[in-house]
């Protein structure tokens, strides 16, 4: 016992004879971790010197590191918070760590100071997992739910505000690497006893191993953060909603929303390559008639509407849409075999008349040199670049980056029976089955005034081009050329703003409000040629 008060004591002098600048200051901080992490496995560990220390840490420099904030904030909550509690002191516990973690990294980039709610979502899904499963009977519980949402609402427009800033790392030109491995900074957090994986719970594990071989840097953390936000939000909508509610189609205009806000190329790769997965990662929470409509909801906001802050990354540009090629083939396959053919239909027709075909052919001959013969492709829908992706693979050219997205290219692809029987729906598919909406791309100088403009208007046509989707009295579909042009009136949505994916969110198209309407001309009256 004295010696381990003399070695503490030892450590702390030196901590404070020790200058905390340049090479000084990270060999101080490995170490400082290292000790940390032999001291929580020793029996009746001490921590309250190391609250000391990794505050010095933090306090010395302006824009403290990753783990300096993560390990003072972790050291904090357990000094201050009990394991055990009931939800609400757990989410009172949550809201406290959040407001710790966002003060420290006020002066940080977007990707850290999201990155660092890591713990914060680890925290608000062990409360809600354990308040889904009773039935609020008890006053506390209610409450809890209620703080639950509030938070949750909170995260999420501190989200979009960080996401807002739109600094170099966000468009792929760097992103800051840990100095130390996430994994010993885990073992730090109180609650964290499974590994790490374990630390991101409705990350799945195909996309917890993808983002390890990228190196789980300070970005994918933060891409993590939002996916898991995003997801909670969503599950919190099913489970207070009511029967008269839109449920389904105010999800759709939600997820739009929220993805057009938060502009983040690493967190729109995460959440494909997530609906990729079956069953989704939120079992413990959704009912499975819920996933069903969940899962309708997230393929429609990720196929059916181009986003074009996805082209301007230029780091993860032939990932994102390799990945989205092999969503469009899943989830044509999926809803094809579910009997939903005019949305198998749309999702195909918007993959061609999207940025995509190009991309991915641009990228694969730029990055392998391959000559124009080899570069010729018969047609732009997803399947025929998936051919000729796949017989490139076969020749040697590696166009996929990791195995999870070659495997999921093979898997199904056989097929000329497909093939032909997409080919004879092609014809008998008009232009308002395309559930697709486009905005200008590659002006990077655009006023704050243009963009909030270009958002309301991607919103309303994700309206419009919803009802588009049903299909026509008596179940005919109308032919080209004998319908009139018609218009259809839906309600401007605001994008920026914090939208609630609840039935309130004000997206109905069936309501004739005469306060900002717009006039959208509809899509199956358009003379738009076939991209294919």
């Known amino acids: 016992m004295a010696s381990g008060l003399v070695e503490s004591t030892g450590l702390l002098n030196l901590s404070n004879s020790f200058s905390l600048v340049g090479e000084n200051y990270d060999l101080k901080l490995k170490q400082s971790v290292q000790d940390l992490l032999a001291e929580i496995h020793r029996e009746g560990p001490n921590f309250s010197l190391y609250v000391d220390i990794f ?113 170099d790392e966000e468009h792929g030109s760097h992103s800051p690497n840990l100095i130390i491995p996430f994994t010993d900074l885990v073992d730090v957090s109180a609650s964290a006893n499974e590994g790490w994986e374990s630390f991101l719970p409705l990350v799945s594990g195909d996309v917890c191993r993808w983002i390890c071989t990228r190196g789980l840097d300070v970005a994918d953390l933060a891409a993590a953060v939002i996916i898991q936000a995003f997801l909670l939000k969503m599950c919190f909508s099913f489970h207070l909603a009511k029967p008269t509610d839109e449920l389904e189609k105010n999800l759709k205009c939600w997820a739009v929303s929220r993805i057009s806000s938060f502009k983040n190329a690493c967190f729109f790769e995460i959440l494909m390559r997530t609906i990729l997965g079956t069953p989704l990662p939120l079992s413990s929470i959704l009912k499975p008639e819920d996933e069903v409509v969940l899962r309708k909801v997230l393929f429609d906001a990720v196929l059916l509407v181009e986003y074009p802050f996805l082209y301007q990354n230029a780091k993860l540009r032939q990932s994102l849409t390799l990945t989205r090629m092999i969503v469009t083939h899943v989830a044509v396959e999926y809803f094809r075999g579910s009997g939903d053919e005019n949305r198998a239909l749309s999702y195909g027709k918007a993959f061609s008349a999207s940025h995509a075909p190009l991309e991915i052919v641009k990228c694969v001959k730029n990055q392998h040199n391959l000559e124009d013969k080899a570069s010729r492709i018969n047609g732009s829908s997803h399947r025929a670049i998936l051919k000729w992706v796949l017989s490139l693979e076969d020749k040697g050219v590696a166009v996929f980056k990791d195995s999870f997205l070659r495997s999921q290219a093979k898997l199904g692809l056989d097929s000329s029976q497909a093939g032909n029987l997409e080919a004879n729906m092609e014809g008998k598919i008009m232009d308002d089955d395309l559930f697709y909406v486009d905005k200008t791309r590659g002006e990077e100088h655009t006023s704050e005034e243009e963009e909030d403009e270009q958002n309301k208007l991607t919103s309303a046509a994700f309206v419009a081009a919803a009802k588009t989707m049903k299909v026509t009295d008596n179940g005919k579909r109308k032919r080209k050329g004998t319908s009139t042009v018609r218009k259809i009136k839906s309600v401007k949505y605001e994008l920026h703003p914090d939208p609630k994916p609840a039935v309130n969110a004000g997206t109905s198209v069936s309501k004739d409000s005469s306060g900002g309407e717009s006039e959208i001309e509809d899509p199956a009256d358009s003379d738009s040629q076939d991209s294919e």
Not at 100 to 107: D, E, F, P, Q, T
């Open 55 to 167: 505050y010095r840490l933090v306090q010395a420099k302006v824009d403290a590191p990753f783990e300096a904030i993560w390990v003072y904030a972790a050291l904090s909550f357990r000094s201050r918070h009990s394991a055990e509690g009931d939800a609400l002191d757990r989410i009172t516990a949550a809201k406290d760590l959040f407001q710790l973690l966002s003060a420290c990294s006020a002066s940080s980039g977007a990707s850290k100071c999201i990155a660092l709610l890591v713990p914060v979502i680890f925290e608000i899904h062990r409360v809600i997992l354990r308040l889904f499963a009773g039935e609020l009977s008890v006053k506390r519980d209610k409450k809890a739910m209620k703080e639950a949402e509030s938070l949750l609402d909170n995260i999420l427009g501190y989200i979009t505000l960080c996401c807002s800033k739109n600094s």
